[in-house]
């Protein structure tokens, strides 16, 4: 829009160029990209606060680069033994790895080191929740349909990286949480059969901790994963700009436009001062909030655990399994499998990630839709899907609780066995209930949105007829809101295809299909359909009989001009 | 038959025990007598009489007993207010103390005149007037090789089994981690004198005093709870002014501000 805008207040005349424009044109010639530029500096995104979550994660992760880079420059990636000479008085003279040193010495001896530490931390932290929030947004409002499958994966491949990458750079500083954080990771591939021991022997250079690990996980941390990382999140861009952003249904907008505003330079402001101010909000958490106090832990030694030895929040899940898995282990040719650890800490996370990755795909082939979307969908309209969501939320929680077992119990006074008894229950009990819970709840919204389409608003104006009756007077809805409210598409359960068993015979795939049908019909039970256009149009008589005798009212009476049709600003009554 | 065995213990341990003699508090014939009266009124309905402790009857210890523990024992427990409980559980918290120094005084001597136990500390065990800038660095090392599995890296605590928890260091009186140390109090493992001595004691003391005497050079601690604590900061504070920001972005849109104009 300020593009076009600017071209049309400059007439094409003779005019000198400016320096700035020699130059662009020295490099136009060569590289061409100004018709590129040109056309993506128009692009339309729309406009909507959920649609910046995932800006929260991009710009963390331009936080975590700049920060990284600074605390290279003093972070020796070693394990061999020194002694410590540096200004934090309680550990001088300790004998203690390279690593761990380094970062004291970031952290004490040089300047803005520790600030840089904790900036660096905390938009760790930041950029990982940052990536769940923005998942949720696209989950609820079925942002990863058709075409958006792919760029859906990619994000959850950012999202397993970005975990990944968190959890080595916890191991970095090698004090006693890092230490503790790689026994665990050490134990998990220990637990693997048959190739566990060569597994953690491999990665850790010999038996743990050895002293390869450090180094290993630095060239890991700073750039293996960010490589992919920075790849992975161009492409992820790519795809957006590609298949354009989704918007929410509202009027003028279609299946096949995008209304918005352009990148130049609406978004160029809004985007660029979003980074400031996550930027902001990151520095002051690392100047005001302690995180890591690594001087505390001490540096890693074997014999040693401190109460509240917890990952990062983002592993809390995975902490949490692992604390209320029973301690289940069997002998198998006189080798012990241990349940306790692989299923928790192996099986779970993959089955996770996988259902993570292949979610667009199930729910299409339930769904049987193979539309594209580019209108989202509102998540009462989804039942089925916010509910799942939900249920997996809590699922997540219950973990993400039980990861902190011993703080809640210390903090409100718990019995911490209770607290893994009842997290092994709630893990299966509560998730049904939210999903069946939220469902429900989806659906009374649904039946909400027809009554008000059908029917009318509420206006709050109670009518007396002449027999002696009440009822509360309804008027139509605005054509926005009516627009809102019908802009997405039938539900249409998968069926069986006809004639498969005619002659009782199975068809071929029939059982797949009969699971389909059955997962399709769940699917969408009970959801409510939006109006035909009968329906609407014997709604819209009700309403429309309503609001003539309403204009026919010659002196409407006191307090029905707040029926939300009438302009109040200034009424006398309002102000008692 | 319980109490003769635990006279008989406390015998062989008072015969076969260098370290320990009976203090002279016990030697105190007034204050054992005064001890005694405050203990009946007390500590009996627990402890028993004879503070042979009292058994319920499914084998369980309702109070246990007290020939034997020292004064040091009594003076930890009454002096932070542990005893008397306020209420039977699983563990004794606690709260403002309910006897004078005299009054704890006296029920020391009058527990240390049942058996031979740990004597109350000289107060030159604790005062850290000889621990040089190494037996900081060194009680540290004790420290978080011994206390911090359960007391936590900062001393802020931590929780413990069936509902017990090992209570926060901070702020204790050095005398009581001191007396507790040598006591092992509730759930607290015993540190005799053999097996960290008095001057390693005196360390570890230092260390967590020394502790609370740096700045918290990182910002506000968040308790010193560790990663838990930062997760809640970092959703809590850190994405929800991120995602109020959002929404405040977004709704000061060029739209809407020409729709405010219109």
């Given at each position: 829009m300020g593009a076009t805008r600017l071209g049309r207040r400059e007439p094409a005349k003779a005019q000198k160029p400016s320096k700035v424009g020699e130059v662009a044109t020295w490099a136009d010639d060569r590289h061409g990209l100004a018709a590129l530029a040109k056309k993506n500096v128009r692009k339309v995104f729309p406009d909507h606060w959920s649609f910046m979550l995932g800006e929260i994660a991009l710009w963390s992760?331009?936080?975590?680069?700049?920060?990284?880079?600074?605390?290279?420059?003093?972070?020796?990636?070693?394990?061999?033994?020194?002694?410590?000479?540096?200004?934090?008085?309680?550990l001088r003279g300790i004998p203690m790895s390279e690593a761990y040193a380094s970062t004291l010495e970031i952290s004490f001896d040089v300047r803005g080191g520790l600030l840089m530490r904790q900036i660096h931390h905390w938009s760790a932290m930041l950029f990982i929740a940052a990536m769940f929030v923005h998942m949720m947004r696209v989950f609820f409002t079925g942002a990863f349909r058709k075409p958006r499958e792919l760029n859906w994966m990619v994000g959850g491949l950012l999202l397993m990286l970005g975990i990944l990458n968190g959890f080595t750079g916890y191991s970095l500083p090698d004090d006693l949480l890092s230490g503790t954080g790689l026994r665990i990771a050490d134990g998990l591939m220990k637990s693997i059969p048959v190739v566990g021991t060569y597994v953690s022997f491999f990665v850790f250079g010999g038996e743990f901790p050895g002293d390869d690990i450090v180094s290993r996980l630095f060239t890991v941390h700073v750039l293996l994963i960010p490589g992919l990382l920075l790849a992975l999140v161009g492409l992820h861009m790519l795809l957006l700009v590609y298949h354009k952003h989704t918007q929410w249904p509202g009027p003028g907008r279609t299946e096949k436009n995008v209304v918005g505003f352009p990148m130049m330079p609406v978004y160029a402001a809004k985007a660029g001062g979003y980074f400031f101010i996550v930027f902001g909000v990151t520095a002051l958490m690392g100047g005001l909030l302690t995180i890591n106090p690594i001087w505390l832990y001490g540096p890693y030694n074997p014999s040693q655990v401190t109460a509240g030895s917890q990952p990062d929040w983002y592993m809390g899940v995975a902490e949490g399994l692992l604390r209320i898995m029973p301690g289940w282990e069997s002998e198998l040719f006189g080798y012990t499998i241990s349940w306790n650890v692989f299923l928790p800490g192996v099986v779970a996370p993959g089955i996770i990630f996988t259902m993570v990755m292949l979610y667009p795909f199930i729910e299409a082939w339930i769904t049987g839709d193979k539309r594209e979307h580019h209108l989202l969908d509102r998540p009462r309209n989804a039942p089925t899907r916010t509910a799942f969501l939900v249920a997996m939320m809590t699922l997540f929680g219950l973990l993400w609780a039980a990861g902190g077992n011993d703080l809640l119990a210390v903090t409100f006074n718990l019995n911490l066995n209770y607290i893994t008894w009842f997290m092994r229950v709630a893990i299966f009990v509560g998730p049904p209930i939210a999903f069946v819970f939220t469902r429900r709840w989806c659906i009374s919204l649904q039946r909400q949105d027809e009554e008000r389409l059908l029917h009318g608003y509420e206006t709050g104006v109670i009518m007396r007829s002449p027999e002696g009756s009440y009822s509360e007077r309804h008027?139509?809805?605005?054509?926005?809101?009516?627009?809102?409210?019908?802009?997405?598409?039938?539900?249409?359960?998968?069926?069986?295809?006809?004639?498969?068993?005619?002659?009782?015979?199975?068809?071929?795939g029939s059982l797949k299909n009969k699971v389909r049908a059955r997962l399709s019909e769940f699917w969408f039970a009970d959801n409510v359909q939006k109006p035909t256009r009968e329906e609407l149009v014997a709604g819209h008589g009700d309403t429309d009989r309503e609001l003539a005798l309403h204009a026919g009212e010659a002196h409407p009476a006191d307090g029905h001009q707040y029926d939300g049709r009438h302009d109040v600003a200034g009424d006398e009554l309002r102000k008692h | 038959m319980l109490l003769t065995a635990l006279l008989l213990t406390g015998g062989a341990y008072a015969v076969l025990s260098p370290a320990s003699a009976q203090d002279d508090l016990a030697a105190d014939e007034a204050l054992v007598d005064r001890g005694r009266q405050l203990f009946l009124v007390g500590c009996a309905s627990c402890h028993g009489t004879n503070a042979e402790g009292i058994v319920t009857s499914d084998g369980t210890q309702y109070g246990p007993s007290l020939v034997g523990v020292g004064a040091a024992a009594v003076d930890f427990q009454v002096g932070t207010g542990r005893m008397p409980l306020a209420e039977p559980g699983v563990q004794a918290p606690d709260k403002p103390a309910q006897y004078d120094d005299e009054e704890t005084r006296a029920l020391a001597a009058y527990v240390a005149s049942l058996g031979p136990g740990p004597a109350i500390p000289e107060a030159e065990k604790y005062d850290l007037e000889g621990v040089d800038e190494e037996g900081v660095v060194r009680g540290g090392q004790f420290f978080l090789t011994n206390c911090t599995a359960c007391h936590n890296f900062a001393g802020a605590g931590g929780a413990l089994p069936e509902g017990k928890y090992a209570p926060p260091l901070q702020g204790t009186d050095p005398k009581y981690i001191y007396e507790a140390m040598l006591t092992g109090p509730q759930q607290m493992p015993v540190f005799s004198d053999e097996v960290i001595t008095p001057e390693d004691k005196e360390d570890v003391i230092a260390y967590i005093q020394s502790l609370e005497e740096n700045p918290s050079y990182g910002g506000f601690a968040l308790g010193s709870y560790g990663p838990v604590a930062e997760g809640m900061f970092a959703w809590l504070l850190g994405i929800g002014a991120l995602v109020g920001f959002a929404v405040w972005i977004a709704a000061n849109s060029v739209r809407s501000k020409k729709r405010t104009k219109a």
């Open positions: 992760f331009v936080i975590l680069l700049l920060t990284g880079v600074f605390l290279t420059f003093w972070f020796k990636p070693s394990m061999a033994e020194v002694v410590y000479h540096g200004s934090y008085d309680q008027l139509p809805i605005d054509r926005t809101g009516a627009y809102i409210l019908t802009a997405r598409d039938r539900d249409e359960v998968y069926q069986l295809p006809a004639g498969a068993d005619g002659n009782g015979v199975a068809a071929r | -």
